[in-house]
């Protein structure tokens, strides 16, 4: 679904990705939204959502050699984003059932790409 529309990237590191194939494999299989599968699942989602506030605000300061306040202030601000994220994140997980684990697994797989050859 996503191959048809426009869409923004942003880069996670190899162990990363392998990782989060690895856990949505392990989760699907399980198929179960249990306490242990909802630990591994926010654990995985935490770890995408710090990656992509890290690359989609930090990595531009960084580019344009931003100061150290300036970075200090962007990384207050984030971190008050991941925190407001994380009880969301965490209140959605706990009330997860069978299918709807099926379909956060779904979307995690989507949203992952290998790089491209080059």
Avoid: C, N, W
């Amino acid at each position: 679904m996503l191959k048809q529309h426009s869409h923004i990237v942003a880069p996670i590191p190899d162990e990363l990705r392998t990782r989060a194939l690895y856990t949505v494999g392990e989760l699907r299989e399980r198929g179960k939204a249990d306490r242990e599968a909802t630990d591994k699942l926010y654990d995985l989602i935490i770890e995408m959502t710090e990656q992509g506030l890290d690359f989609f605000f930090l990595e531009p300061l960084r580019r344009l050699k931003a100061s150290s306040m300036m970075m200090g202030m962007a990384k207050v601000g984030i971190s008050s984003m991941l925190k407001g994220s994380k009880m969301v994140i965490h209140k959605v997980l706990k009330k997860l059932d069978d299918r709807s684990l099926a379909a956060i697994l779904d979307f995690i797989e989507e949203i992952i790409h290998e790089p491209e050859a080059g």
